[in-house]
């Protein structure tokens, strides 16, 4: 049994219904979990840290099957131009591993979140919870009501 995180403490107290669900923490991509509990690609998202000209990094979450488009990303966000953050400025950032960055676990931190346009569409996905190895299950709706993501065309 997985220790409580602080995602989770969240969720219950917002009384959102949610599913732990644990897997190797040497998987480190949304598709490998996929791959892992046999579901479509498109229902688990990885949260990726994207980084303006100045301000506030984004954290940005969309399918593992999808390819983030910075182009996009920028107009969809007003800006010229964005960029990835690398691994070590996305732990730096966050203070989480890469493939445990979770906008639920980053909420006291006040990023700008995103939220890839097809995820409206699905009643539920998966997300990380924080930690590598441990992904929620949870309704879209709630997701975005708890995260205040903004629906966005970025892929």
């Known amino acids: 049994m997985t220790e409580k995180l ?11 219904a949610f599913t732990v669900r644990d897997f190797p923490d040497t998987i480190h991509s949304a598709d490998g979990v996929a791959d892992h509990f046999g579901l479509p690609h498109d229902v688990v998202y990885k949260t990726l840290v994207v980084l303006p000209p100045k301000g506030k990094p984004m ?5 593992g099957s999808r390819e983030l488009d910075l182009k996009k ?3 969809a966000t ?11 400025e ?3 950032l966050t203070g ?6 979770s906008a639920l676990a980053l909420l006291h931190k ?28 949870l309704p879209v709706k709630d997701l975005i009501k708890i995260t205040k993501a903004k629906a966005v065309e970025v892929t």
């Open 59 to 63: 954290l940005i979450m969309v399918a």
């Open 78 to 88: 007003g800006y010229k131009k964005v960029q990835m953050a690398s691994k070590k």
């Open 6 to 16: 602080n995602s989770m403490r969240l969720l219950e107290q917002k009384k959102v």
């Open 73 to 75: 990303v920028a107009k």
């Open 90 to 92: 996305a732990e730096s």
């Open 110 to 137: 006040s990023f700008t979140v995103y939220i890839d346009k097809p995820a409206i569409e699905l009643d539920n996905i998966l997300v990380s919870a924080g930690k590598r190895g441990v992904n929620l299950e």
């Open 96 to 101: 989480l591993q890469t493939g445990g960055i």
